[in-house]
């Protein structure tokens, strides 16, 4: 028997502003609830119980303007605990008189045993940055019309819409994982846009654009890495003397032991490497832990070797990267450059667990994308698969849980009603002869509970795997399934 359990989100009326609430997002290690309002402002409330009263004194106002925003956890080894992970909220968005655009950076921080936001100290040693401590960042890329952040762990994208690029950046602590407040930041690629995008999505050690007619894929493995810079480490290698010509009064190491100036002495000076091969292996060996999407080791900053950011085209199949349609001949059009305008495009993408996405399209259809390999460390593949189900899906929430076989997810059709989903983790089979089976599997889904709201849905966030918050017209509301 499944339960149901609801409440109103009461939250405090000496700073709730008067203004709209448009949309909402949640932090799930933090339980951080982040209110975005009608004139850009955001407010956020960490340490957030929906069933209970939350506290008036770890509230964080940011004011405006906000184009886009999103969390980010830094993490400095992997599957880190929760204590000795860090929360920081990016806010992207115009400054004011200027074109450039400008990256505020909040960090939850413990203050007399309250958590609470507060300014970050970003510094980034790399061209193109102007870092302040007052004002935050700012990044020499045209806000144009509107910019779109994606933040997962260690990672986070920006996408100028104007500019048709995309910047890839790793961040990570300085000093204290715990108590520090001073964050590092670098930029390690930018990806030129030739093709509409939809929709941008960093989980899983993927970067994933929606598009039209499906999605691609970039693995971040090779984005974070980059390339390297090689310079030359004197402090490594050793000088040997070789005495070609003695004039007779020379020692055998080459120096003259006679005190006679015009001394006829030849020596040939050769640099002897140490074993390294000129390979700078600390770095390298930060890299890989960046492309694992975690960058706590101090190599990163040695000075023998500098991060060289990458550039590519969105089109480019370099390093893994493919593009997955959601029909044979989605793809098809895809590729031919036909007429986009009625073209199906990916408007939202999920991580359901470590290797499968739920992705949204434009006419209300849901799909399961598969990734998989035919061995460990092997090329990466990808299957698309149609979800059946009855309703036009205009939202989706999803948590993601790779602890379970069956994966719990929440859909709206934007006007009154709200349905708890489930589809089973099958995993891919490489064998034909059990493919198609595999794939009748996948297609089914299975109605775990409905809830119908009186109040116009506006926006739809997962809490758990099994609860969600639903913003209605100025109200909020939690719902949880057992």
């Given at each position: 028997?499944?339960?149901?359990?609801?409440?109103?989100?009461?939250?405090?009326?000496?700073?709730?502003?008067?203004l709209?609430?448009?949309?909402?997002?949640?932090?799930?290690?933090?339980?951080?609830?982040?209110?975005?309002?009608?004139?850009?402002?955001?407010?956020?409330?960490?340490?957030?119980?929906p069933?209970?009263?939350p506290?008036?004194?770890?509230?964080?106002?940011?004011?405006?303007?906000?184009?886009?925003?999103?969390?980010?956890?830094?993490?400095?080894?992997?599957?880190?605990?929760?204590?000795?992970?860090?929360v920081?909220f990016?806010?992207?968005?115009?400054?004011?008189?200027?074109?450039?655009?400008?990256?505020?950076?909040?960090?939850?921080?413990?203050?007399?045993?309250?958590?609470?936001?507060?300014?970050?100290?970003?510094?980034?040693?790399?061209?193109?940055?102007?870092?302040?401590?007052?004002?935050?960042?700012?990044?020499?890329l045209?806000?144009?019309?509107?910019?779109?952040?994606?933040?997962?762990?260690?990672?986070?994208?920006?996408?100028?819409?104007?500019?048709?690029?995309?910047?890839?950046?790793?961040?990570?602590?300085?000093?204290?994982?715990?108590?520090?407040v001073?964050?590092k930041?670098?930029?390690?690629?930018?990806?030129?846009?030739?093709?509409?995008?939809?929709s941008?999505?960093?989980?899983?050690?993927?970067?994933?654009?929606?598009?039209?007619?499906?999605?691609?894929?970039?693995?971040?493995?090779?984005?974070i890495?980059?390339?390297?810079?090689?310079?030359?480490?004197?402090?490594?290698?050793?000088?040997?003397?070789?005495?070609?010509q003695?004039?007779?009064?020379?020692?055998?190491?080459?120096?003259?032991?006679?005190?006679?100036?015009?001394?006829?002495s030849?020596?040939?000076?050769?640099?002897?490497?140490?074993?390294?091969?000129?390979?700078?292996?600390?770095?390298?060996?930060?890299?890989?832990?960046?492309?694992?999407?975690?960058?706590?080791?101090?190599?990163?900053?040695?000075?023998?070797?500098?991060?060289?950011?990458?550039?590519?085209?969105?089109?480019?199949?370099?390093?893994?990267?493919?593009?997955?349609?959601?029909t044979?001949?989605?793809?098809?059009?895809?590729?031919?450059?036909?007429?986009?305008?009625?073209?199906?495009?990916?408007?939202?993408?999920?991580?359901?667990?470590?290797?499968?996405?739920?992705?949204l399209?434009?006419?209300?259809?849901?799909?399961?994308?598969?990734?998989?390999?035919?061995?460990?460390?092997?090329?990466?593949?990808?299957?698309?698969?149609?979800l059946?189900?009855?309703?036009?899906?205009?939202?989706?929430?999803?948590?993601?849980?790779?602890?379970?076989?069956?994966?719990?997810f929440?859909?709206?059709?934007?006007?009154?009603?709200?349905?708890?989903?489930?589809?089973?983790?099958?995993?891919?089979?490489?064998?034909?002869?059990?493919?198609?089976?595999?794939?009748?599997?996948?297609?089914?889904?299975?109605a775990?509970?409905?809830?119908?709201?009186s109040?116009?849905?506006?926006?739809?966030?997962?809490?758990?795997?099994?609860?969600?918050?639903?913003?209605?017209?100025?109200?909020?509301?939690?719902?949880?399934?057992?």
């Amino acid at each position: 028997m499944v339960l149901m359990q609801a409440c109103k989100l009461n939250l405090p009326h000496s700073l709730r502003s008067s203004l709209e609430v448009n949309s909402l997002l949640f932090e799930h290690s933090s339980n951080t609830l982040a209110l975005m309002h009608s004139d850009s402002s955001i407010l956020l409330f960490p340490s957030l119980s929906p069933f209970s009263s939350p506290s008036t004194q770890s509230q964080t106002l940011i004011p405006p303007f906000s184009s886009s925003s999103c969390f980010l956890r830094l993490q400095s080894t992997p599957n880190s605990s929760s204590s000795n992970t860090r929360v920081i909220f990016l806010v992207a968005g115009p400054r004011h008189g200027d074109s450039r655009v400008l990256l505020r950076f909040w960090i939850l921080h413990k203050t007399n045993n309250i958590n609470m936001f507060v300014k970050a100290k970003v510094s980034c040693n790399q061209k193109g940055f102007v870092c302040d401590d007052r004002v935050g960042v700012l990044v020499d890329l045209s806000h144009g019309i509107s910019v779109k952040l994606a933040g997962s762990v260690n990672v986070f994208a920006m996408h100028s819409i104007s500019a048709r690029k995309i910047w890839v950046f790793a961040a990570k602590m300085i000093g204290d994982e715990v108590d520090s407040v001073s964050v590092k930041l670098m930029k390690c690629a930018v990806i030129d846009c030739t093709i509409p995008i939809c929709s941008i999505t960093v989980s899983s050690g993927f970067f994933i654009l929606g598009e039209c007619n499906g999605v691609r894929i970039f693995p971040l493995r090779h984005i974070i890495k980059g390339k390297m810079k090689k310079q030359r480490d004197y402090a490594r290698k050793k000088e040997k003397k070789t005495v070609l010509q003695n004039c007779g009064a020379c020692l055998e190491n080459g120096e003259c032991g006679s005190s006679d100036k015009n001394c006829k002495s030849v020596v040939k000076l050769q640099s002897v490497d140490n074993g390294l091969g000129g390979k700078n292996i600390a770095f390298k060996e930060s890299a890989e832990s960046l492309s694992n999407g975690y960058t706590g080791k101090p190599e990163v900053n040695n000075p023998a070797a500098k991060h060289k950011t990458l550039k590519m085209k969105q089109e480019s199949s370099a390093g893994g990267t493919f593009f997955v349609g959601f029909t044979n001949q989605a793809a098809q059009n895809q590729k031919s450059n036909m007429n986009q305008l009625f073209s199906v495009k990916a408007v939202s993408i999920h991580s359901l667990s470590q290797k499968k996405f739920l992705i949204l399209d434009s006419v209300g259809e849901l799909h399961l994308l598969d990734l998989y390999s035919m061995s460990p460390g092997s090329e990466i593949f990808g299957q698309m698969r149609r979800l059946s189900h009855i309703i036009k899906v205009q939202m989706l929430a999803v948590h993601p849980d790779i602890y379970t076989r069956t994966q719990t997810f929440w859909v709206s059709d934007g006007v009154h009603s709200v349905h708890a989903m489930s589809v089973s983790d099958v995993e891919v089979s490489l064998n034909e002869n059990e493919k198609s089976e595999n794939e009748e599997k996948q297609l089914q889904i299975s109605a775990i509970e409905a809830v119908f709201a009186s109040e116009r849905i506006q926006d739809l966030i997962p809490l758990s795997t099994n609860a969600i918050l639903m913003l209605g017209q100025g109200n909020i509301y939690a719902y949880a399934i057992s």
